[in-house]
C-alpha cells in the first residue's frame, strides 16, 4: 500500500519508499566532463538516506581516459541497479553528481580517502548523505530467503496476454510426486515489484511460496508490469489493468497439467488483496483468496488513516494527526473531483495555505510545516504529483466492500495489529462487513498481534524499521495460512 511523500520529513513513502527516488531503472545518459587531478573518489562508495526508512544510495565512479569520471547509482534496498549519472564533477575538494532521470544527485566534501560529506537532494528535497568507500556492497542478513537445492520443482516462466500488449515473467513453484495440486496466484502490493516482491533485501513472496510448495500446494508468482521479463504500460495503469493481469495469469495456469483447475486460487498483499477482489467479484471459480493486509474499506479512508498513523508512528501527537488530517482529506477530495491538472494544483495550494493559515504556530512546527512561499509550492506540487496518478485517483475511489459481497470463494483475512499502513481495526471490519453479505462458503478475519504491514514482527514498528529487521515474514503468520488451506482447500 502506499505511502505518499509530500515533503514532511515524518510522513514517508512505503513501498515506493523510493522518496519518489526511482521512478526509472536504467537510462542512458552521458559521461562526466571535468578534468581532474584528485583521483580519491574512484571506487565504490555506499551511505543511507533517511527516506522514513533508510536507504541505501551506492555510487560507483570510474575515472575515465580524459581525467574525467563516470559514475552508476544503485539503490540496494529497492532492488535497483544501474542508473547511469548525467555528471560526476570534482571542483577541488567538491564532488557534485547528476542523476537527471530521477531528478536528483549529490553534492559534498571530501573529507579523506574514505569519507564524503554532504546531501542528498531530489525534487527541491534535502537529505543528509555521508558516503563511505567500500569494497563491495554490504549484504543484508535474510536468513529465510529460500536457498538452492529446493525440495521441490521450480521453473521459470513466461506467457503473454491474449492481445500480445503485456508479456510475463514468473516462477511456477510445485510439489515432487503426482499432481495436480491446489494453486495460488500471488499478487504483490502497490508499487513497481518483483515477482519476489523484493523490498529492503527481504523477498516476502519467495518465502511464503516456498512454505506452501513444502505442504504441498503449486504457487505462481509474477513480476509486476516494468519489473523483471515482464512489459506493460505503468504509468496509465490501475488496480483494474492489474486485475486483468491476473485473469491472464488464472487462463495460463489452467494449460498447466500440475495445476488443479478447480482449486486455483489467489493470495494478495495490500493492494494485492483489492485486485484479487476485483479479480473474484467477476471470476466464480476462483476457489479461496488469502488477504494480506488486502482493503477492506474505501481507498481514501485507508489511506486517511493510513497518513495519520505514519505521523503518530515517530511521535506526533494525536491531535496534530488529526488536525492534519482534515488538510489530508481536504486534498484527497480535490483529487477524486478535479480532472484538470493545473486547476488541482490551484486548488490544493487555496486549501493548504487557508488551513496552515488557521493552525497555530505550535503546531505547525510540530508538523515541520513552515511559513515560506517556495516551501509551500514545493508541498502542493509534491501533493499533486504524489496524488494525480491515474493509479491513486483510481485507488482513492475504489470500494472493495460491493466487491466483496460478489464471492462465491472461501477467504482468509490477516492483518498485522501494528501496521501502520493498513489500520487492522478498521480494515477487518469492513472485510467482515462485506463478506457477511456474500456468498462465501466460509470466511475467517484474524488480527495477528505484534505485527507490521510486511507481517514482520516490530519493535518501534515504522516503516523505518523495516529494513533493519531480520524477519522477512513471521513463522506464525505462514503457519495460520498453510493450516486454513489444509483445512479448507486441500
Known sequence: ????????????????IAILLLACLSMSCANSQKKVANKKIA???????????PLRIVFHFDPQADSSYAGIMDSPDQNVKGIHCDSVKITGDSVSVKVLVISGGFTGHIINDTTIIGNWTQRGMQIALTLKKEKAVSILNRPQTPQRPFSYNSQDVEYDNEDKTVHFGATLTWPKGEGPFPTAIMITGSGQQDRDETIFGHKPFAVIADYLTKK??????????????TTGDVKNATSVDFAKDIETALAYLKTRKEVDKKRIGMIGHSEGGLIASLVASRNTDINFIIMLAGPGVKGSELMLAQAKAALESVGISTHAADVYGL????????????????????KIMADFTQWRKNQPKALLDTLNIHDDEDYTKKIVLAFTRGLESPWMKYFLQSDPQP?????????????????????????????????????SPSFETKELPGLNHLFQHCKTCTVAEYGQLEETFSPEALDIMGKWLDQNVK
Open 1 to 16: 500500500m502506499k505511502m505518499n511523500l509530500f515533503s514532511f520529513s515524518q510522513y514517508q513513502d512505503m513501498k515506493k
Open 43 to 53: 571506487g565504490l562508495w555506499e551511505g543511507k538516506i533517511n527516506a522514513g526508512a
Open 216 to 229: 504441498g500446494y503449486a504457487v505462481l508468482r509474477i513480476d509486476d508490469r516494468g519489473m523483471g521479463k
Open 327 to 346: 488538510i489530508y482529506k481536504k486534498i484527497t477530495d480535490d483529487v477524486i473531483t478535479e480532472k484538470d491538472t493545473a486547476k488541482l494544483y490551484d
Open 403 to 439: 466487491l466483496m459481497e460478489k464471492f462465491t470463494c472461501k477467504v482468509l483475512a490477516l492483518d498485522g495489529s501494528k501496521d501502520i499502513q493498513v489500520i487492522s481495526s478498521l480494515n477487518l471490519d469492513g472485510i467482515n462487513k462485506a463478506l457477511k453479505k456474500s456468498k
